[in-house]
Structure formats: C-alpha cells, structure tokens
C-alpha cells in the first residue's frame, strides 16, 4: 500500500479507541491523528523508497539513514513486517505512554499495527516470521487482495477518509 493509504488507515484505526470513555478527546485527536499517521509510516523504514524515508522536517530527512540501514539489513516487508516486529514496537510504545500519555502510545502502537493489517491485505501479505518469504500471512481471500497502487487502493482512500473525518467531528460536537 501506498504511504498516503497506510496513514488514513492509521488514523481510521483510532475508531477502535473511540467506544473506550474520555480516551480520543477534543483535546488529544489531533495529536493521536497525527502519531496514527506516523506510527502506520514506520513499518515501511525497511523500503527502499517511502514516505517515511522521504519526509522532511525543515531541509533534514531524518529517517533516511535509518532507512537505509534497515532496508540493507532486512530488506522490504521482512522484520518490521512482521508480528515480531509489532512486538517490539510495542515494547518501545511503553516508554512513549510514560512519558506522552496512555493514548498517545496507543495510537502510535495502532498506526503500526494498521500498516501490518493494510498489507497483509495484499497480494503480497507480510511475512507469519523474519526472512520467512514462504509463510506469509493473508486478511483476505486471494480474489480480494490489493496491488499497491492500484485503482482499487485508490477506491480506498475516501472510505479510509470519511471515518478520520467523522472521528474528528464526533470529537468537535455543533453546539448551539
């Protein structure tokens, strides 16, 4: 999937937190937004190009040098890929709960986990172990598995964009 797809579905992922009280609140979607974002980017530090790779902050890329390490180490959809992987980040989201908040750490955990997800949906899938590429892992039915930039992942992208929309006015309520 492409990287403005993994990021809506990370922001989207934040409906799993919605139903839990005082969770996602007017004063923290936006922060939680924007870590579901960045935390649904991370995965794909491994790929030879991606947004994460190419962000910039000022005129530094930041994650570039670590992108490149860890796609000469482990290669596109391998580690960081994996259920592994998840573990791990999830280990390193404790630290961010300590120090950020509870929510924060949750919706950075759910962006990664969402990127997992998205591309277990295609045809490609992740990897069930590291430098496993003969057991991956499927969501979806052979016939229903996307191609990363397909016209199908670009059907996508306004169903992924109602619910971060709608979350964020839920958050915002009219009043009168």
Same mark, same amino acid.
């Given at each position: ?28 979607? =936006?922060?939680?937004? #924007? +870590? !579901?974002? @960045? ?5 794909? *530090?491994?790929?030879? /190009?991606? $947004? ?48 950020? =908040?509870?929510?924060? #750490? +949750? !919706?950075? @955990? ?5 990127? *997992?997800?998205?591309? /277990?949906? $295609? ?54």
């Amino acid at each position: 999937m492409m990287g403005r797809t993994h990021a809506l579905l990370g922001m989207a992922s934040l409906w799993l937190l919605a139903p839990i009280p005082d969770l996602v609140t007017p004063g923290n979607v =936006g922060a939680m937004c #924007a +870590l !579901a974002a @960045f935390g649904a980017l991370l995965p794909d *530090l491994d790929a030879g /190009a991606s $947004t994460i790779r190419a962000l910039k902050v000022g005129k530094l890329r930041p994650f570039r040098s670590v992108a490149y390490v860890a796609h000469r180490t482990w290669g596109h959809r391998a580690l960081l890929h994996s259920p592994i992987g998840l573990l791990a980040f999830g280990g390193l989201c404790v630290p961010v709960g300590l120090l950020w =908040g509870v929510p924060l #750490a +949750l !919706a950075l @955990f759910l962006g990664y986990a969402s990127h *997992l997800a998205g591309d /277990a949906c $295609t045809r490609t899938g992740i990897p069930g172990w590291p430098n496993r590429p003969d057991r991956r892992l499927h969501l979806l039915p052979a016939s229903f598995r996307l191609v990363t930039g397909s016209l199908a992942e670009e059907a996508l992208l306004p169903l992924l964009a109602l619910p971060v929309v709608l979350l964020v006015l839920t958050r915002f309520p009219l009043s009168g």
